[in-house]
């Protein structure tokens, strides 16, 4: 079992920045790829990015892209997802999870709470 602990959203202004934490127990990390989804009220969740075991790979949203980077630290069984350039539409709770490289919710078996972030124009 691998229990996942989202911190570091927040409030903050368009063109700002966050940077989210997704601290990991009861297992290590290492084993599995890691991903960051977001969702917005009244909508589904949605695949924001993923990376793989050691950190050699990294996939993107289109719509982050070039904005936001996953990272991670398999030594400190934490995963990280910096925000630059922030906008309104940014606004949703963003969960991290734990599974196999993939962008689809099913690929993942492990889930937090999620941290909210609202980005106010």
């Known amino acids: 079992q691998v229990q996942l602990v989202e911190t570091g959203g927040g409030l903050v202004q368009a063109g700002g920045s966050l940077r989210l934490s997704c601290a990991a127990s009861g297992r290590t990390i290492s084993d599995y790829a890691m991903g960051w989804f977001r969702q917005a009220p009244g909508k589904e969740r949605e695949f924001v990015a993923v990376?793989?075991?050691?950190?050699?790979?990294?996939t993107y949203a289109d719509s982050v892209k070039g904005r936001f980077t996953i990272s991670r630290d398999n030594g400190k069984n934490t995963v990280y997802l910096q925000m630059n350039s922030l906008k309104p539409e940014d606004t949703a709770v963003y969960s991290c999870?734990?599974?196999?490289?993939?962008?689809?919710?099913?690929?993942?078996?492990?889930w937090g709470q999620g941290t909210q972030v609202t980005v106010t124009s």
């Open positions: 990376i793989n075991y050691n950190g050699g790979m990294r």
């Open positions: 999870a734990a599974g196999r490289w993939g962008r689809r919710t099913h690929d993942y078996g492990y």
